[in-house]
């Protein structure tokens, strides 16, 4: 019974997550309970995270938010460490959309979790962090992946700039919060909302390399972002149709060009016809 009232929690905060940029009439306020119509993501395109937030590493060491970024491109998961579902969802489903990628945690992007539960110790961090590598399973990537802990106001001016809204429930002790991770710039500005509990590694590859200003990836990554397009309203890429055809078009002038060049070249070398002065 435990399990089910969790899956249908789970649920609803999906909704809420996948209903962020939607009209109200696909997701009416009255379909949520009342504490969960607070839960969504208001997408904050553009917007700067502080990056003068204090936090502790999973080895209890002082950090900065900006001690991770101004070099690479950040995937930001907001969670908490001793969640009972949803978190550990969130971070597995991360984990498993960047794992088939080419590009390195640590040498391509970074990984930040911050917890927003402020009773969050780094001791739960860094069990959390070696669950989440262990999975990983790509060694000499641990150094990319930071998961945090910090006091309330850092929680708070972080969620507040990425537009994650979330509700404690005292009775429970738990945190009712959407699902969804945000892509950060180098700089460190919000660039892409990827929502729900699975993350495609094509559409993690192309928000990291949107996010890099193309400081990463390579002509395949150029040619997949001018045919597919982000699409806010949804937290995915997808065909863009037009773009398609042009592309197909483009590869068939291109195919048809080298095939005459061949067909003169393959007529020059043949040998002419006898007696020929």
Sequence with gaps: MNRLI????????LAAG??????????????????LKAVRYDQHLGEQV?????FRDDAGRPVKLGDYLGKRPAVLILAYYRCPMLCDMV???AESGLKPLSLDPG?????????????DTPERAAMKKRDIVQRYGRPGTEGGWHFL?????????????????????????????????VILTPEGKVSRYL????????DLRLGLVEASGNRIGGLVDQVLLYCFHYDPAIGRYSAVT???????????????????VLLRRRETAQPGPLGAA
């Design 6 to 13: 969790g899956l249908t929690l789970s649920a609803l905060l």
């Design 18 to 35: 996948a209903a962020h940029a939607r009209p109200s009439s696909v997701v009416p306020d009255n379909a949520m309970p009342g504490p």
């Design 50 to 54: 502080p990056l003068d937030l204090p």
């Design 91 to 93: 971070m597995q489903a």
């Design 107 to 119: 040498k391509d992007f970074e990984v930040i979790v911050a917890s927003i539960d402020p009773t």
């Design 149 to 181: 802990t910090g006091p309330p106001p850092s929680i708070e001016r972080l969620a507040h700039a990425v537009g994650f809204q979330y509700v404690y429930d005292k009775e429970k002790d738990q945190f009712a919060h959407a699902a969804g991770i």
């Design 195 to 202: 929502f729900g509990i699975e993350y495609p590694p094509r």
């Design 242 to 260: 037009l773009n398609l055809m042009r592309a197909a078009a483009a590869l068939f002038a291109i195919g048809l060009a080298l095939f005459i």
